[in-house]
């Protein structure tokens, strides 16, 4: 029997010609890897390009094609219920992945550590600093990121640990966890469409007591759409992701009640921005 891949990526595509080939060839790179593709209803270009990566990495790449968007959480977990590694690359299609990156954050994988989900410092195609890790969300802290978030990258990319730190939770943009998650912690909440299925389950693996971790040393091109950003659709489907949130872990106002359930259970320090 074949030995089972060391990484699956998981990458979910919507309407993404323009970034699928580099995503894809940045990590169709080690043949001891598998890569899954949930295109989620693409009206672009994209199946024609999976098709064409597909004939030249046919034992590596395996293609889910969706008729219609379904969310964020609905098509990766049609992937993740098949993955067979013990470790999974949750990956958007905008991410360009350097080499030995998946490397270095399986480094955070000790078999004492406690880490469930390793994210990396994300830059956008100008090298600059995007905010990928972040306290867990409340309205307030939502409202003051969307009126200052350049303000917040700047002063953040000054601050943040150069070394890596736990954080509360990590933009799913580009994570590598553990399968493990999965059997204790689960998929994703299908109950949320667009966002904020990241903080959701982020929340869920440290109640499960497993680390979020942030490797600043890791850099990872993240060419951002930032769709919810944009009056539209994916924003208001992203404004009810974030009540459902909220009323789901009773953080509207304050995350401190999260926190304080986090440490009750496994005690000080593991919640914060401190080197590990």
Known sequence: MPDPPRVSFVILSHTSARFLPRCLESVLTNPSDEVWVVDNG??????????????????????????????????????????????????????????????????????????????PRLISADGGFQLSADVFPTLPRKIHRAIRLKSIERTASKSVSQRPCTVDYAISACWLMRRELLDVVGLLDERI???????????????????????????????????????????????QGLLYYFHKHRCLLSAAGIRREVRAMYGEGRLSLEAV
């Open 42 to 119: 693409s009206r672009d270009a994209s199946p024609t390009i999976l098709e064409g990566f597909k004939e030249r990495h046919p034992e590596h790449l395996r293609v889910i094609r969706l008729p219609v968007n379904v969310g964020t959480t609905v098509s990766r977990n049609l992937a993740l219920r098949q993955v067979t590694s013990p470790f999974i690359a949750v990956i958007d299609s905008d991410i360009v992945m350097p080499p030995r990156a998946v490397d270095t954050l399986l480094d955070r994988f000790t078999p004492v550590s406690h880490c469930g989900i390793a994210a």
């Open 193 to 239: 469409f667009y966002a904020p299925e990241d903080a959701d389950y982020c929340v869920r693996v440290w109640k499960a007591g497993f680390q979020v971790v942030y490797d600043p040393r890791v850099e990872v091109l993240h060419d951002a759409q930032e769709i919810s950003r944009r009056p539209g659709r994916a924003a208001w489907l992203h404004a």
